[in-house]
T-cell receptor, first 113, second 113 residues
Framework: DTGVSQNPRHKITKRGQNVTFRCDPI?????LYWYRQTLGQGPEFLTY????????KSRLLSDRFSAERPKGSFSTLEIQRTEQGDSAMYLC???????????FGPGTRLTVL | AQSVTQLDSQVPVFEEAPVELRCNYS??????LFWYVQYPNQGLQLLLK??????LVESINGFEAEFNKSQTSFHLRKPSVHISDTAEYFC???????????FGAGTRLTVKP
């Protein structure tokens, strides 16, 4: 296993468009997390899944954001009607249920023009 | 909710000098503590962690951190840095009863020849 992967690595879009990012966790990891990181800041928690169940959502996750993990494996994060303030690095991480150690992917850098 | 403060946004040092990156946390319940490192254009990599037991934890590349409950600190140290240690370092905390990992704003360590 090569670790957590995220696609695409970079996404440039125009304001108002919808975008979708994908995260493939480490295969045996049943927990999956999404974070957002803006320039000069640490990652901010957005949401997390245990298997296919979305168990926690941050108040940062507005109605325009939706995340899914339909089969408890890969996850998608969709942003509808993007705004310039959505420009950030979106990070995915995964972990085992029994561990607090999260393994991070390389991130998807979103630029909204 | 728990929070993390990294007291220095940038730390420039010369090669082979010692370094300390400071981290303080705030939480009303017991915590797990982590240091992550982020190299340019890469995801976060776990450097070391404190879960329980010995308050002094070490990484394989010479870094160490000490959990100090009375001072609510988890400072990262290395006795002699290398050019390759240049990166962004993030302190993070998670509580026993949730999965919302909180990160500090990061410290950019720059090692000069």
């Amino acid at each position: 296993d090569t670790g957590v992967s995220q696609n695409p690595r970079h996404k440039i879009t125009k304001r108002g468009q919808n975008v979708t990012f994908r995260c493939d966790p480490i295969s045996e990891h049943n927990r999956l997390y999404w974070y957002r990181q803006t320039l000069g800041q640490g990652p901010e928690f957005l949401t997390y899944f245990q298997n296919e169940a979305q168990l926690e959502k941050s108040r940062l996750l507005s109605d325009r954001f939706s995340a899914e993990r339909p089969k408890g494996s890969f996850s998608t994060l969709e942003i509808q009607r993007t705004e310039q303030g959505d420009s950030a690095m979106y990070l995915c991480a995964s972990s085992l249920f029994s561990s607090n150690e999260q393994f991070f992917g390389p991130g998807t850098r979103l630029t909204v023009l | 909710a728990q929070s993390v403060t990294q007291l220095d946004s940038q730390v420039p040092v010369f090669e082979e000098a010692p370094v300390e990156l400071r981290c303080n946390y705030s939480s009303s319940v017991s915590v797990y503590l982590f240091w992550y490192v982020q190299y340019p254009n890469q995801g976060l990599q776990l450097l070391l962690k404190y879960l329980s037991g010995s308050t002094l934890v070490e990484s394989i590349n010479g870094f160490e951190a000490e959990f100090n409950k009375s001072q609510t600190s988890f400072h990262l140290r290395k006795p002699s840095v290398h050019i390759s240690d240049t990166a962004e370092y993030f302190c993070a905390v998670i509580t026993y009863n949730n999965n919302d990992m909180r990160f500090g704003a990061g410290t950019r360590l720059t090692v000069k020849p």
